[in-house]
């Protein structure tokens, strides 16, 4: 990619359908943890007009309602208007859960099985993840991104604080940011579509979105006279949610992590336990490159790492600074794998997964969030990569040495 750029990325409220699924099946998660910590639960949600469909595998000791808490998750998003066909208290429920593969579950669980090569836990599918950080904002995140999560949570704020009544709660953002030198230095294009009452003026919301919430929200020096603000760019939306769309769990994995900036590996995260490393994993890879980027050790940073279904150990490993580290990418391998276990065991342990946190994750991105619970966004590793890192480099000089010898010996035969 050239140095000089321009970078989208959106972002999607709480009322978009796909959104709607994800958190019915973390606030069901969640349930499951606050009873039974070692809950193994891959739950499911599909919403279209007035119908929800649970489904998945959930094996746990908890006693739950399903559908009392798929309702609950409805309600506080904000689905309670009197002309909502989506409706928290009058959507059709149907239940499609079952257990646990007892296939599966040998290869998780740590003990001994016919077959399996560990007594170990081992990973709950095969798949690879990547985790990416940067030193574009505070939170060490792409700025596209960022902005456009700020942008969600704003109008979510003004929505659920009342302050405005046509606001309905399916929202879309997208900011487009301009990059020089690989650095961004200014927003060039606003996209906001937010769901309405049927009476609101579209005049009224253009105005709204731009001065009370782009230019209150959005860093006062990226925006400049040529900015363009596109607010509802179709002149009406007033049928939104499911009952516009159809909503299905684990669509929206960009808007889940690095708004297209970083690679993604394709599992999704939401109403899945920490067993299952499509969304631990990812967790991990966040933890990993954000403490890489506040060390100084790169001002961006990815990780890929992979596993092999039942098996403890990744069966690769691979860091990437694009050319921005201090040192070189093999040094850094060799640090991290000092620093960190990747074992989805030591995963859940580092990283205290095990606990009902995760509605906290499911909306504007699971990662540059603050909350003290995101465990993967703190930065207590710095010191000790740093450490790491010193005795690498005589080994890596050796090692140089000795490859420029024998290219000197291939030379002169």
Not at 184 to 203: G, L, W, Y
Not at 223 to 239: A, D, E, M, S, W
Request: aromatic residues 8%; hydrophobic residues 35%; proline residues 4%.
């Amino acid at each position: 990619m050239s140095k000089n750029f321009i970078f989208s990325s959106e972002s999607v409220g709480e009322g978009h359908p796909d959104k709607v699924c994800d958190t019915i099946s973390d606030y069901i998660l969640d349930a499951c943890l606050a009873q039974d910590r070692f809950s193994r639960v891959a739950c499911e949600t599909y919403a279209k007009c007035n119908l929800v469909v649970v489904g998945g595998e959930i094996t746990t000791k908890a006693k739950l309602d399903f559908n009392a808490i798929a309702r609950d998750a409805i309600r506080d998003i904000g689905y309670t208007h009197d002309d909502d066909v989506f409706h928290a208290d009058k959507v059709l429920i149907l239940n499609a859960i079952t257990s646990q593969s007892p296939d599966i579950a040998q290869g998780v669980d740590a003990r001994q099985a016919e077959g399996k090569e560990t007594a170990e836990q081992g990973a709950g599918d095969q798949g690879l993840m990547f985790g990416y950080a940067c030193n574009e904002t505070p939170e060490l995140m792409p700025a596209p991104i960022m902005y456009a999560h700020l942008l969600g949570r704003a109008l979510t704020k003004v929505r659920k604080g009342g302050r405005v009544k046509w606001l309905r709660p399916d929202a879309k953002s997208q900011v487009s940011v301009r990059y020089v030198n690989d650095q961004p230095v200014e927003i060039t294009n606003v996209v906001i579509s937010t769901q309405h009452a049927q009476d609101a003026k579209h005049k009224t919301i253009k105005e709204y979105c731009i001065e009370e919430v782009i230019k209150k929200t959005l860093p006062r020096e990226m925006l400049t006279k040529n900015t363009q603000y596109l607010i509802n760019p179709t002149g009406r939306f007033v049928v939104g949610g499911p009952q516009g769309d159809t909503g299905l769990t684990g669509r929206k994995i960009i808007v889940d992590t690095y708004g297209g900036m970083g690679r993604h590996g394709g599992g999704a995260f939401s109403g899945k336990d920490p067993s299952k490393v499509d969304r631990s994993a990812a967790y991990m890879g966040r933890y990993v490159a954000k403490n890489i980027v506040a060390a100084g050790l790169a001002t961006s940073a990815e990780i890929q790492f992979a596993y092999a279904i039942g098996y403890p150990d990744p069966v690769s490993v691979c860091v990437n600074t694009f050319g921005t580290g201090t040192v070189s990418d093999e040094q850094l391998e060799r640090a991290v794998g000092e620093v960190f276990s990747f074992k989805p065991a030591d995963i859940i342990k580092q990283l205290n997964l095990l606990r009902p946190i995760y509605a906290k994750t499911t909306n504007y991105g699971h990662f540059g969030k603050t909350d003290p619970d995101i465990t993967w966004e703190k930065t207590d590793k710095v010191e000790a990569l740093k450490k790491a890192i010193r005795p690498a480099k005589g080994a890596t000089a050796a090692v140089m040495s000795t490859a420029r010898a024998a290219a000197i010996a291939r030379a002169s035969l």
